[in-house]
T-cell receptor, first 116, second 117 residues
Framework: AQTVTQSQPEMSVQEAETVTLSCTYD???????LFWYKQPPSRQMILVIR??????QNATENRFSVNFQKAAKSFSLKISDSQLGDAAMYFC?????????????FGKGTHLIIQP | GAGVSQSPRYKVAKRGQDVALRCDPI?????LFWYQQALGQGPEFLTY????????KSGLPSDRFFAERPEGSVSTLKIQRTQQEDSAVYLC???????????????FGPGTRLTVL
């Protein structure tokens, strides 16, 4: 079974600075998808960014980018120019690419605090 | 457009009661997922529907949990004889494609917070 590990329960960053959230995963598959989801307080979980394992180029979405290291099974999220609205729980998630009826496998999450 | 909605948002049940949690996915979305999120944890997969077919229920913790999506749109998660360990937030998510499109974004509802006393 696949597992996702987020080793940082909480991170804090000054507004406008850059922060990196860590994620490692374990799988025997060669092709899969990785996701970062954001869960603001009392609000719905939303997709931040996603990466296909067979693509070597790291995904980027505006201020959000990932550092995908397939050999190390590492998938970190970098948030540049942090804003107060970025404060939330961030979850790393995994899904096999072979299709199938299972859902996402999530890590335990990292609570991101933005200091004004 | 309307997103995924869930009702009720909060539910308090006495141990042993039955509860029913409703999910209204985005119109036209083929896939529907249920997750359970315990306090301080990430969501854990419970079950998956492609249209009205329940293709995977491997994550349901016991036979007290039952889910249905009879017409391929609204889904209900039912928990019989609730126990304290069932206390959690139950999240519903939908996505446009079927199980052969695992890359599709899952759109989540706000969740139902179940507290069993």
């Amino acid at each position: 079974a696949q597992t996702v590990t987020q080793s940082q329960p909480e991170m804090s960053v000054q507004e406008a600075e850059t922060v990196t959230l860590s994620c490692t995963y374990d799988t025997s598959e060669s092709d899969y998808y990785l996701f970062w989801y954001k869960q603001p307080p009392s609000r719905q979980m939303i997709l931040v960014i996603r990466q296909e394992a067979y693509k070597q180029q790291n995904a980027t979405e505006n201020r959000f980018s990932v550092n995908f290291q397939k050999a190390a099974k590492s998938f970190s999220l970098k948030i540049s120019d942090s804003q107060l609205g970025d404060a939330a729980m961030y979850f790393c998630a995994y899904r096999d690419s072979g299709g199938g009826a299972d859902g996402l496998t999530f890590g335990k999450g990292t609570h991101l605090i933005i200091q004004p | 457009g309307a997103g995924v909605s869930q009702s009720p948002r909060y539910k308090v049940a006495k141990r042993g009661q039955d509860v029913a949690l409703r999910c209204d996915p985005i119109s036209g979305h083929v896939s529907l997922f249920w997750y359970q999120q315990a306090l301080g944890q990430g969501p854990e997969f419970l079950t998956y529907f492609q249209n009205e077919a329940q293709l995977d229920k491997s994550g349901l913790p016991s036979d007290r949990f039952f889910a249905e999506r009879p017409e391929g749109s609204v889904s209900t998660l039912k928990i019989q004889r609730t126990q304290q360990e069932d206390s959690a937030v139950y999240l519903c998510a939908s996505s446009l494609g079927g199980f052969s499109q695992p890359y599709n974004e899952q759109f989540f509802g706000p969740g139902t917070r179940l507290t069993v006393l």
